[in-house]
């Protein structure tokens, strides 16, 4: 089957301006992860959903960030008054529950000029 | 919070030889414990996990300890290949739920022919 997807692949935008992420999980996968990756280090955790429970957003930087979950299905990543400290990747994952193996998406990568 | 320590950053060793990369967590309860391989502009896949209860875990070439008392971890690969190279990332999950893990900063292994 198909596994985690993201879109776009790549995003560049100027300083200030919003952007969306999107993250379609595996199928029956009831929990959804978002972490960012800056070059050369490791997974910084940044939203958690699971099934219908309020998300932990412990992880998100700011309040320019948020999240949103469709159901068990479709996540989206938004970035308002993107900052160049907020260029990196962004990556998906999701699991069947949460301790069962995380499958990661191919990422964002998201470039702030 | 959780703090997780990786070393080395950087391990090189001839093809055959073995490799030894090193983690260690803050939070006593933490209980799941997954390593992640990422190759070059790839997503990030699970290769080993361990929990609280076991104090080793075999897969074939790949083996992963830990020490609850000292809190630390380690990744062992045996009999090295050129295709074992690649960012390896421990992880750690606080507070006893695996939803939000905690990685290390990476360790970038190259295996020389």
């Known amino acids: 089957g198909a596994g985690v997807s993201q879109s776009p692949s790549n995003k560049v935008t100027e300083k200030g301006k919003d952007v969306e992420l999107r993250c379609d999980p595996i199928?029956?996968?009831?929990?959804l992860y978002w972490y960012r990756q800056r070059l050369g280090q490791g997974l910084e955790f940044l939203i958690y959903?699971?099934?219908?429970?309020?998300?932990?957003k412990s992880g998100l930087p700011s309040d320019r960030f948020s999240a949103e979950r469709t159901g068990e299905s479709v996540s989206t990543l938004t970035i308002q008054r993107t900052q160049q400290e907020d260029s990196a990747v962004y990556l998906c994952a999701s699991s069947l529950g949460v301790y069962n193996e995380q499958f990661f998406g191919p990422g964002t990568r998201l470039t702030v000029l | 919070g959780e703090n997780v320590e990786q070393h080395p950053s950087t391990l090189s060793v001839q093809e055959g030889d073995s490799a030894v990369i090193k983690c260690t967590y803050s939070d006593s309860a933490s209980n799941y414990f997954p390593w992640y391989k990422q190759e070059l502009g790839k997503r990030p896949q699970l290769i080993i996990d361990?929990?609280?209860?076991?104090g080793e875990k075999k897969d074939q070439r790949i083996a992963v300890t830990l020490n609850k008392t000292a809190k630390h971890f380690s990744l062992h690969i045996t009999e090295t290949q050129p295709e074992d190279s690649a960012v390896y990332f421990c992880a750690a999950s606080p507070g006893g739920t695996a939803s939000k893990l905690t990685f290390g900063t990476g360790t970038r292994l190259q295996v020389m022919l």
């Open positions: 959903f699971q099934g219908n429970s309020a998300p932990d």
């Open positions: 199928s029956g996968h009831t929990a």
């Open positions: 361990i929990r609280s209860n076991v």
